[in-house]
């Protein structure tokens, strides 16, 4: 059981129990069960989750009074990143495929954390430059009112430290979207519909093939 004034490293050890990235409840909560929900040294449950609060906020990326080296960033309504969490459990973490009933989840999640982040413009951007055309399979979703419908996807997750940037996104279409955010379809670059003045980062395909890989190659 933990005892003593809240520390750092107790923090950083919540959230690599929760996988690197957590609501800030389930961390609270984390932290509560391995000191047995005893708040001790702290006089009272206020100073206890203002001293835990202050913890984070010190080390959270883009809190303004912070100066030093960041640990953790704000990636969501209340949920919070380890940043330099162990890249390798990360990766074996994300190995598993995800579980068949998790699956809306898996692509929820995704859209959620890259929602928060991106530049509106972008994603207009991205679309006007296709034609709304899907660039993975050439889909082109008409609409009843003759509009085309499209989404835009970040080859690398901005939950995942990807750049909002054109050279990371894509147009594509519902279906080619799910299998993206699932990492269930590799990103070919001989059949992928580049048009000249889209930079594509060679790298970030190379990230969401690797993913692919590491999360499918086992099963089929
Ligand atoms: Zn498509």
Same mark, same amino acid.
């Given at each position: 059981?933990?005892?003593?004034?809240?520390?750092?490293?107790?923090?950083?050890? *919540?959230?690599?129990?929760?996988?690197?990235?957590?609501?800030?409840?389930?961390?609270?909560?984390?932290?509560?069960?391995?000191?047995? /929900?005893?708040?001790?040294? $702290?006089?009272?449950?206020?100073?206890?989750?203002?001293?835990?609060?202050?913890?984070?906020?010190?080390? #959270?990326? &883009?809190? =303004?009074?912070?100066?030093?080296?960041?640990?953790?960033?704000?990636? &969501?309504?209340? %949920?919070?990143?380890?940043?330099?969490?162990?890249?390798?459990? %990360?990766?074996?973490?994300?190995?598993?495929?995800?579980?068949?009933? !998790?699956?809306?989840?898996?692509? %929820?999640?995704?859209?959620?954390?890259?929602?928060?982040?991106? !530049?509106?413009?972008?994603?207009? =951007?991205? @679309?006007?430059?296709?034609?709304?055309?899907?660039?993975?399979?050439?889909?082109?979703?008409?609409?009843?009112?003759?509009?085309? $419908?499209?989404?835009?996807?970040?080859? #690398?997750?901005?939950?995942?430290? &990807?750049?909002?940037?054109?050279?990371?996104?894509?147009?594509?279409?519902?279906? #080619?979207?799910?299998?993206?955010?699932?990492? *269930?379809?590799?990103?070919?670059?001989?059949?992928?519909?580049?048009?000249?003045?889209?930079?594509?980062?060679? @790298?970030?395909?190379? /990230?969401? !093939?690797?993913?692919?890989?590491? !999360?499918?190659? *086992? @099963?089929?």
């Amino acid at each position: 059981m933990k005892t003593g004034s809240l520390t750092l490293e107790e923090l950083v050890e *919540a959230f690599g129990a929760l996988g690197g990235e957590a609501d800030w409840g389930d961390i609270r909560n984390q932290i509560a069960v391995a000191r047995q /929900h005893s708040i001790k040294p $702290y006089k009272t449950k206020v100073s206890y989750e203002g001293s835990l609060l202050q913890l984070l906020y010190q080390r #959270c990326d &883009g809190f =303004r009074k912070y100066k030093g080296d960041a640990k953790f960033e704000k990636v &969501g309504d209340s %949920r919070y990143r380890l940043l330099d969490f162990d890249v390798q459990s %990360r990766v074996s973490r994300e190995a598993k495929p995800p579980e068949l009933g !998790n699956l809306e989840d898996v692509v %929820r999640r995704s859209r959620e954390r890259n929602e928060f982040k991106r !530049n509106p413009e972008l994603v207009v =951007r991205i @679309k006007t430059m296709y034609g709304s055309q899907c660039q993975l399979c050439g889909t082109t979703l008409l609409l009843p009112s003759g509009e085309i $419908y499209a989404e835009a996807h970040h080859v #690398c997750g901005l939950g995942d430290r &990807g750049p909002d940037d054109l050279s990371n996104m894509l147009c594509v279409c519902p279906n #080619c979207h799910a299998l993206l955010d699932l990492k *269930a379809i590799q990103i070919e670059r001989a059949t992928l519909k580049v048009i000249a003045g889209h930079a594509l980062g060679q @790298k970030f395909l190379d /990230h969401h !093939n690797a993913l692919f890989q590491k !999360n499918w190659s *086992a @099963k089929s």
